[in-house]
């Protein structure tokens, strides 16, 4: 057979060739070209590609109730004139890959964003839209998801005023226990880890102990009658020890103050108390006294003591209109400047700070990378590169889950960057803290970033400079501020994600209208487990039980990294989520539109198959229906009709509408032949022959081919590198165009073709 090597892009195909099957139609081949590749089409199958109609013309024809439909990514819709074109052409639908996922749509403070998805509806396309997807365990805006279930953040204490400490060695990090003395029934010695640091002091009970004050540490320091002082410091200890502050003269007299309990993990004990002529005269030290447990053993870290003082851990270099922003006229930013793609609004406003005073307020346009949002202080000169510095202030956002980023940088040409740190916020006052070297000689500007997760955020007491000596009299870290939790009920999750849940059905269903005519309201259901995701685990890899505490907040341990966006709606609702989902979906559908399950892996997993009938079932008998269940099947070339003549006997057989929601054919190879795109063609075959058959004309919901072309940009996460779809990179029919229109005719439509060119001349 000859071969000539030949483009026949699909928008001319229909102009060069007139498609009837009474008529001849002759067409001019040049002579062949020895730069064929053994991909390339034989002439004669390439005339006879060119030939056919466009594909929803034969469903048109032959499955008038039946529509087909393309996935695809809006993006490459909206952006590609001739893309838009080849989908016009030839599908009857379609459905967006990304653009109507929760994730897409939702902001981390709940509100809605459609912009993208109103460009395609200004068009007046005509087309019908699957909506794809309500529910899913991915992809759903976790942030705002969870601060809807979030314990609410408590801070106690004040984050000004500090200790005007006296210990010179509080945090044991020259590996030794200088200073420090103590007896009786206990050894003491230097252990690492400490707490965030690399050592602490460790004491060892012995046998003997009894009473609490049989073992004491002390430092030797004299309290001032009149004086106010403060302690912290943070203990732990496998045992549960009663860890109590005192204070001695040197006839053993004592002051007693707060029994603290130090607990399996790190617990930070302070307090402060006034020295009167009543109390106990001439203390000449204070220490722990945590007797009376035998064998038993306690770390102790970050001891610190001394006057109560409002002296600062750094010479703030700031000035006040940039700090407490003190002066500063109403909606002016006291000398921060702002800018980034993702800033909505940066401004002063008058009553929004800490303690009713003015301060910053920062808006950005929704979730984007932090630094899409910024607002940066530049000084005159650049920081000491070999120096320390110190950043302090109080934060909070008007929602849980918020998030600013501090760093650091040259203001000139953006480089000698560093010193990231994420501050997570809510909607309590939050101190922030940040300590750095810069290392460059350049560095000239600090920022703060506010792009990563949308909302609003309030910034006060902003306070910059070098950090002072830790040692003698000065000033420590603020750390006068203790942060806990208040856990939610159960009762009060639940009625949260219904809530946000009705209210995301309920947006979607109105704000799309008529132009959808199906949905997705819950995909993929199923774990590859065989587990219902959430309800009986059917975690994700790497994703496992929530953990949550009144010290620690709420982990999800669901994977958030690179915009995942895990959320498993059943952990906190249970089986009840899909009824209620299929609930909303239906009481707010302008349109009546059809609801669907959707799931993968059907055609080849006999159990998760009979799960997701279960599933359906559990729906329809609990108050709710589901018209129709979607098979996505994204297959290799190796699927065998069996298998899937299995699969759509059984959908059928449950009497709901059976829809391909996601069809595609893998090639699974990068030394791609023309048998392994002949291969393909018969698989695509196949599987829509084997749907006309088995699903009957009633219950047949759609047929969906998933992604337009085998461009790269198209398949830049999805099958990269292989060449599963219709269309080649060059918007060419491939031969698996063919076989699709042939599944849907029923039969070889190029019998009916005619050309003597290749009939005659070219055998």
């Given amino acids: 057979m000859k071969t000539n090597k030949i483009y026949i892009p699909v928008i001319a195909a229909g102009l060069m060739i007139s498609v009837s099957s009474c008529e001849e139609n002759v067409m001019e081949w040049k ?55 080849v989908v016009g052409d030839n599908f009857q639908g379609v459905t967006f890959g990304n653009a109507m996922k929760h994730q897409s749509v939702v902001a981390s403070n709940g509100s809605f964003n459609w912009s993208k998805v109103d460009q395609f509806l200004a068009l007046n396309t005509n087309l019908p839209i699957h909506g794809h997807n309500l529910l899913w365990h991915t992809q759903q805006q976790q942030s705002y998801l969870k601060s809807l279930i979030a314990p609410t953040m408590v801070v106690t204490g004040g984050s000004e005023g500090g200790i005007i400490n006296v210990i010179t060695n509080s945090d044991f990090e020259d590996g030794t226990l200088t200073g420090w003395d103590g007896w009786s029934h206990y050894a003491k010695s230097v252990a690492s880890p400490g707490h965030d640091s690399n050592y602490c002091l460790k004491a060892e009970m012995d046998a003997e102990t009894a009473q609490n004050w049989d073992c004491q540490l002390w430092w030797a320091t004299p309290l001032e009658v009149g004086k106010t002082y403060a302690y912290r410091f943070w203990v732990k200890s496998p045992d549960n020890l009663a860890v109590q502050f005192v204070g001695q003269n040197a006839d053993y007299g004592g002051i007693y103050k707060t029994t603290f309990t130090a607990g399996a993990d790190w617990t930070l004990c302070e307090g402060e108390f006034d020295y009167k002529e009543s109390d106990t005269p001439d203390v000449i030290r204070i220490g722990l006294q945590f007797g009376g447990t035998p064998v038993s053993v306690l770390y102790i870290d970050d001891f610190q003591f001394g006057e109560k003082g409002e002296e600062d851990p750094m010479i703030n270099v700031l000035p006040d209109n940039s700090s407490s922003f003190d002066g500063v006229t109403d909606g002016t930013t006291g000398g921060w ?45 650049p920081l000491d590169p070999s120096k320390t510095y110190m950043l302090t202030f109080d934060a909070k956002c008007d929602h849980e889950g918020g998030s600013v980023q501090f760093q650091y940088q040259n203001g000139t040409t953006y480089g000698s960057q560093g010193g990231y740190q ?66 939610k009920t159960p009762e009060e999750k639940q009625a949260a994600l219904y809530g946000a849940m009705e209210g995301w059905i309920k947006e979607a269903m109105t704000h799309m209208g008529n132009n959808c005519t199906s949905w997705d309201v819950i995909n993929e259901p199923i774990g590859d487990n065989m587990k219902i995701r959430g309800v009986e685990g059917g975690w994700m890899e790497g994703d496992s039980e929530p953990v949550e505490t009144t010290e620690t907040g709420l982990t999800l341990n669901w994977a958030n990294e690179s915009g995942n966006g895990h959320f498993y709606w059943g952990y906190y609702l249970g089986m009840d989520y899909a009824v209620k989902a299929f609930q909303y979906a239906r009481q707010y559908s302008p349109n ?13 997993s006999d159990s998760k198959r009979a799960k997701l009938i279960e599933f359906v079932k559990y729906i329809d008998e609990h108050g709710a229906k589901v018209d129709g269940i979607g098979t996505q099947m994204h297959v290799q070339k190796t699927i065998t009709k069996e298998q899937v003549d299995k699969m759509f006997k059984e959908l059928a057989a449950t009497g709901k509408k059976v829809r391909i929601t996601e069809l595609d054919v893998a090639l699974g190879t990068e030394a791609k032949t023309l048998a392994d795109y002949e291969l393909q063609g ?47 990179a060059n918007y060419g029919r491939k031969i698996a165009y063919k076989r699709v229109c042939d599944a849907i005719a029923g039969y070889d439509i190029s019998v009916d073709f005619h050309s003597p060119d290749y009939s005659q001349n070219n055998k």
């Fill in 31 to 85: 002579g062949a070209d020895p730069t064929v590749k053994p991909t390339e089409l034989p002439m004669e199958m390439a005339e006879k590609i060119a030939q056919y109609d466009n594909i929803k013309n034969y469903m048109a024809q032959y499955h008038p109730n039946t529509p087909v439909t393309v996935g695809m990514g809006l993006d490459n819709y909206l952006d590609a004139e001739e893309y838009a074109k």
């Fill in 337 to 381: 400047a702002s800018w980034g793609s993702n800033k909505n609004s940066v401004s002063t406003v008058e009553g929004a700070g800490k303690d009713g005073s003015t301060a910053l307020v920062l808006t950005n346009n929704g979730d984007g990378n932090a630094w899409e949002a910024q607002c940066a202080y530049t000084f005159d000169a």
């Fill in 422 to 487: 994420d501050f997570e916020l809510g909607t309590a006052w939050v101190p922030c803290e940040k300590e750095f070297v810069p290392g460059y000689e350049d560095v000239d500007r600090i920022i703060i970033n506010f792009g990563k997760v949308g909302g609003t955020y309030t910034i006060d007491n902003i306070k910059f400079g070098e950090k002072k000596d830790q040692g003698g009299a000065a000033a420590v870290k603020r750390r006068a501020t203790t942060i806990s939790y208040t856990l």
């Fill in 592 to 604: 009546n539109a059809d609801l669907y399950v959707n799931e993968y892996n059907l055609e080849t």
């Fill in 682 to 728: 018969e698989v695509y075959y196949m599987i829509l022959t084997s749907y006309f058959e088995n699903v009957p004309e009633a219950q047949q919901g759609g047929v969906t081919i998933w992604s337009l072309t085998d461009s790269p940009d198209e398949h830049e996460y999805w099958l990269k590198g292989d060449e599963p779809n219709l269309f080649d």
